[in-house]
Structure formats: structure tokens, C-alpha cells
């Protein structure tokens, strides 16, 4: 195996790690009403005020994989995190984010993405959230510009 072979495997095991991270910094941006869910509605965020985004979480599954216009808005965000410094991961999990991000029915029309914004008075911090960005700079280190976290099951 090589040393970069080893490094790719760790970086995978780290992953899933990842996934109880941005599980737990959903919740708790949601409890702290830092948590928006939405394309329309985080497109609206980043327009107005893009220093409060932190973190950005899109999702998709099989069922919406071919929907082009959804691809379009995608890309579209993705630019705008790259340009913005705005840390970015994708989920292929859209059910399981829903639950997360959903409310009691667990039922969300739009949960293709997800922005954690830090509140203007910056009362909110989240050590999860720290190796969420940490593990968005190691992706950026080995060329996976929107890594992939895997989402538990409950």
C-alpha cells in the first residue's frame, strides 16, 4: 500500500466520523436558530449576508441525481462557497438530513441545502463545527473540493 493509499483510507475512516459531527451541528444550529433549509432560502442568505454563512451542506440522492435545474443551483452554490471561503460538504442522504434538519414529522420539502450561519453576536460556538472546517481544509489538501460525509442511521 502506498503512503497515499494510507492517506486516502484514513481520510475515508475520518469521514464517517464526520457524519456525527455535522449531525450534531445541525441540531445544534437549529436549537440556536442558526439553521437554514432550502435552496431559494439559502441563496437568499448568501445574497443578503454571505460573512454570516459558515458552513454549507447539500444533499441529493438517487431520486433527484438527474434533475438538472437542481445540478445548475449545485454548481451555482458551490461557486459562490469557493468564492466566499464558505466551508462546503455534500450528503447523499436527503431523507436522513430531513429528519435531522426537519421538524417533528421529520417532513421537509427542501433539504437539498443546508447553511449553519454564525449569529451577529457570535454567542454560538461549536467545537463540531471546528472539525467540520478542519476536515473541509484536509478534503481541500487531496483535490476533494465538496467532500462526501455519510449521515448515520437512527
Known amino acids: 500500500m502506498t503512503l497515499e493509499e494510507v492517506l486516502i ?4 475512516e475520518r469521514a464517517q466520523c464526520t457524519g456525527n459531527a455535522l449531525e450534531e451541528v445541525l441540531l445544534s444550529a ?4 442558526c439553521l437554514t433549509v432550502g435552496v431559494y432560502e439559502s441563496a437568499k442568505v448568501m445574497n443578503v449576508d454571505p460573512d454570516s454563512v459558515s ?19 449545485f454548481t451555482l452554490i458551490q461557486s459562490f462557497c469557493f ?6 460538504v455534500r450528503v447523499n442522504d436527503m431523507q436522513r438530513l430531513s429528519e435531522i434538519v426537519g421538524d417533528k414529522t421529520g ?4 433539504a437539498h441545502c443546508c447553511l449553519i450561519t ?10 463540531a463545527l471546528e472539525k467540520l472546517h478542519l476536515f473541509c481544509e484536509e478534503s481541500h489538501s487531496l483535490n476533494d473540493w465538496v467532500p462526501e460525509i455519510t449521515l448515520l442511521e437512527r
Open 9 to 12: 483510507q484514513k481520510f475515508a
Open 83 to 88: 468564492d466566499n471561503d464558505i466551508s462546503i
Open 107 to 110: 417532513q421537509l420539502e427542501d
Open 30 to 33: 437549529k436549537e440556536n436558530d
Open 55 to 73: 458552513l454549507c451542506v447539500l444533499a441529493t440522492d438517487e431520486e433527484w441525481e438527474c434533475d438538472i435545474a437542481l445540478q445548475i443551483h
Open 118 to 127: 454564525n449569529p451577529a453576536d457570535g454567542s454560538w460556538e461549536d467545537a
